[in-house]
């Protein structure tokens, strides 16, 4: 079925009645060409690439929970490309452009919305940094401006400007930055596969991972074994734990990071805003609720809610930034489990078991990354070269030391800055 405007008026004068599954429910088959473990954004972008770019329908997604269950339905819907070093910057270019074009690929509504991300800052040190980022992505053909402190307080009234902690000298505003309906781009994928004839296979967890002579050859699972000639294991928070059942050992460490939302209230903040000084950020959904978050947990955990210390953090910072906010009643929080990677950066590459491959190390900033990280993945596991926007993104980096990209700057323990 196609969605339109003419759809929704035809469904609405027959009783809504008539709107079909949005994918359809199958149980696994024995074996498949390829079984992309993870039905969060990324696993399910790829297997919606891998059918549209390269004909590969004879995939399955095995999801252990229901499809847009995990931090995809969970992150704070920021999609940006204001990345400064290479391998990044070309990467999050690639992503956003995809972005952009999205919603008539897809035939889906994902509410992308270019509300502008504004990145403030509070010294001369972090202008220069804010500047030296900016031309980065101008280079990149992305876009940026350089607000001063009398732009901020024209495009941001609400915020503290007397607050003495740290003052706001202005900001790096990227004007094509902003939001989308996160479980939206699940479904949207998810929708996209399955009519390209990929089966999407929930409540299936995969357990182990068979391998003989140096080539898998299946997946367990709590459906069954199930026989494939390639694997891609694709799930965020929990990737080593799922690596292990290959006998890997992933430079990755999973922590929580918790988001929050306020009830609804009138359109007050129309961009997303940074706040990095104090470890915070805001926007507001289009139901109204003001959606924001801080850092994360510090400690390693594969739980997904986290703890008071951080709520306490994150409120403060709140209201040192922006006041008004302590009027507004909070509805509910979350929390999802991240992959942190030691550089910050992500991992797509092949592992050195023929037919494997790996995608993590999103750490908090996977969401923008989707559509990319399919698009990428696809190309990786269909091709067997990596795909050029995500050529640096390789696994032996942490091994050689050679090709890190320290994007915070914050040094090998990125989990810890
Ligand atoms: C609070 C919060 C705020 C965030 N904000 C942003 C943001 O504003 N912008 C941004 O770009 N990013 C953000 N992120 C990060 C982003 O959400 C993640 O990086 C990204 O969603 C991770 O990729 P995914 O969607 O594939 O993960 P997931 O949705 O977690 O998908 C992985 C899937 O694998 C499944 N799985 C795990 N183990 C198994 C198994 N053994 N067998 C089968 N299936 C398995 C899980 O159930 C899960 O559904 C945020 C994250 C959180 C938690």
Same mark, same amino acid.
Do not use: C
């Given at each position: 079925m $196609?969605? /339109?405007?003419?759809?929704?008026?035809?469904?609405?004068?027959?009783?809504?009645r008539r709107w079909e599954r949005a994918w359809r429910k199958p149980d696994p088959k024995p074996s498949y060409d390829i079984i992309i473990i993870g039905g969060g954004?990324?696993?399910?972008?790829? *297997?919606?690439?891998?059918?549209?770019?390269?004909?590969?329908?004879?995939?399955?997604?095995?999801?252990?929970?229901?499809?847009?269950?995990?931090?995809?339905?969970?992150n704070t819907t920021i999609v940006r490309?204001?990345?400064? !070093?290479?391998?990044? /910057?070309?990467?999050?270019?690639? /992503?956003?452009?995809? #972005?952009?074009?999205?919603?008539?690929? !897809?035939?889906?509504?994902?509410?992308?919305?270019?509300?502008?991300?504004?990145? !403030?800052?509070?010294?001369?040190?972090? $202008?220069?940094?804010?500047?030296?980022?900016?031309?980065?992505?101008?280079?990149q053909g992305d876009d940026a401006i350089l607000l001063d402190r009398g732009d901020c307080r024209q495009m941001l009234p609400y915020l503290d400007f007397d607050q003495t902690r740290f003052p706001i000298y202005g900001g790096l505003y990227h004007p094509r930055g902003g939001t989308a309906r996160h479980d939206a781009v699940a #479904?949207?994928?998810?929708?996209?596969?399955?009519?390209?004839g990929v089966d999407l296979i929930d409540n299936c967890e995969v357990t182990g991972i068979d391998i003989q002579n140096g080539h898998v050859t299946g997946v367990q699972t709590t459906r069954g074994a199930i026989r494939a000639k390639k694997i891609g294991i694709v799930v965020a928070?929990? /990737?080593? $734990?799922? *690596?292990?059942? *290959?006998?890997?050992?992933?430079?990755?460490?999973?922590?929580?990071?918790?988001?929050?939302?306020?009830?609804?209230?009138?359109?007050?903040?129309?961009?997303?805003v940074t706040y990095g000084?104090?470890?915070?950020?805001?926007?507001?959904?289009?139901?109204?609720?003001?959606?924001?978050?801080?850092? !994360?947990d510090f400690y390693p955990s594969y739980a997904s809610r986290g703890n008071l210390p951080m709520v306490e953090h994150v409120m403060e910072a709140g209201m040192t930034l922006m006041p008004m906010l302590g009027k507004a009643r909070l509805l509910r929080s979350w929390g999802g489990i991240m992959d942190m990677s030691p550089d910050g950066s992500p991992i797509i590459d092949r592992t050195g078991i023929r037919g494997l491959y790996l995608n993590c190390g999103w750490c908090y900033g996977g969401f923008k990354a989707v559509p990319g990280s399919g698009n990428c993945f696809a190309h990786l596991m269909a091709t067997d070269r990596p795909h050029d926007a *995500?050529? $640096?993104?390789?696994?032996?980096?942490?091994?050689?030391?050679?090709?890190?990209?320290?994007e915070e700057g914050t040094g090998a323990q990125h989990n810890l800055h």
């Open positions: $196609r969605y /339109s405007a003419l759809q929704i008026l035809k469904q609405g004068l027959t009783g809504n954004g990324h696993g399910l972008a790829t *297997a919606y690439y891998l059918a549209a770019v390269h004909g590969q329908s004879n995939v399955a997604v095995l999801e252990r929970g229901y499809f847009g269950g995990g931090n995809v339905g969970r490309a204001n990345y400064g !070093l290479p391998g990044n /910057s070309e990467f999050y270019s690639h /992503s956003l452009k995809l #972005w952009e074009g999205l919603e008539q690929e !897809l035939n889906f509504n994902v509410m992308h919305s270019q509300r502008g991300v504004i990145n !403030l800052f509070h010294s001369d040190g972090q $202008r220069d940094a804010a500047a030296r980022r900016g031309n980065a992505m101008i280079n #479904w949207g994928f998810a929708r996209g596969a399955d009519q390209r928070g929990n /990737s080593s $734990r799922v *690596a292990a059942m *290959a006998g890997m050992r992933l430079p990755i460490e999973s922590h929580v990071l918790q988001a929050f939302v306020t009830e609804g209230l009138k359109p007050v903040i129309d961009h997303v000084m104090g470890h915070f950020y805001i926007s507001q959904s289009d139901k109204g609720g003001l959606v924001f978050g801080g850092d !994360l *995500a050529a $640096r993104y390789k696994l032996s980096r942490f091994e050689t030391g050679f090709g890190l990209m320290d």
